[in-house]
């Protein structure tokens, strides 16, 4: 299987086998490749998972983060009449009126990573991908559990750093944390929340204000840890020490920083495992295998007390 680079709307990747009756064109569609090292890494992942597999020919698309772009990617490969498409949504209901052009035109879709909104779960087959909101309750788990060894769960206030506002991780993991704090520590205070969409350089702008703003603060979580890194690094330049960073996707920048003491937990997660489970998905369903609407792989907490079961991430 070889690897070229052609024009399909925008750029693109075609990763094209020896043609064969049996080979299947898969299209995916990307969030934004170049926005944070996970979605490089799933990338080259799928990329790579694609190219072992005689079988298929995928044609592989980044939005750059454009929902407009994303929707043009969509109908071109209904035009290109692909076998199936994979869909990293750049928002949740922007996309649904091509995910219906999809459905309606025969074409299996699979959500990978960040579900759409509801309303157009009907012209899905599967979403692939991590369980967001247990993430973002699990994340308000580590929290509490520090706080109560802390002896501060009465009295501790918290900021939240979010991702890109209409983004389905984003509010999912949002509304996890959100719902399950008060469960865990009730008398804890969320006293602030703003977008770092993603973005470790903003989200250090963000917490920069927070520090200005909140001359007490005891936690931060934050969607990502590419984003709470960007926090951790506003606090340190502050000199303002004792503050526990949480984050929902363990990057190796988060994994560094538990190891140096100045970040407590994040969740774990795979994009090697994310793209890969994705492609599955789709060549399951080409298969006529019957899969769960919601196809969650397992994302644990970790933590600088049981940081060493696991590996440093690759992203």
Known sequence: MKLRTTLIASTAIVLAGAASAETMKIGITQNNVG?????????????AAAEENADVDAVVLDAGGDVARQIAQIEDLIQQDVDAIIIWPTNGEAVIPAVRKAHQAGIPVVVTNSNIAEAGFDFVNSFSGPDNITQGARSAEIMCDKFKDMGIESEAQVVHITGQPGYTTAIERAKGFEDRLPEVCPDVTIVDTQPGDWNREKSQQVMEAFLVKYADIDGVYAGDDNMGVGALNAAKAAGREGIIFVGATNFAVGYEAMAAG???GSIYQSPVDDAEAALQTALDILAGEELPFLNYFDTPKITQDNMGDYTKPVF
Do not use: G
């Not at 926005?35 to 990329?47: G, K, P």
């Open 262 to 264: 100045d970040y407590w």
């Open 35 to 47: 926005v944070d090292s996970y979605q490089t890494t799933y990338e080259r992942a799928f990329i």
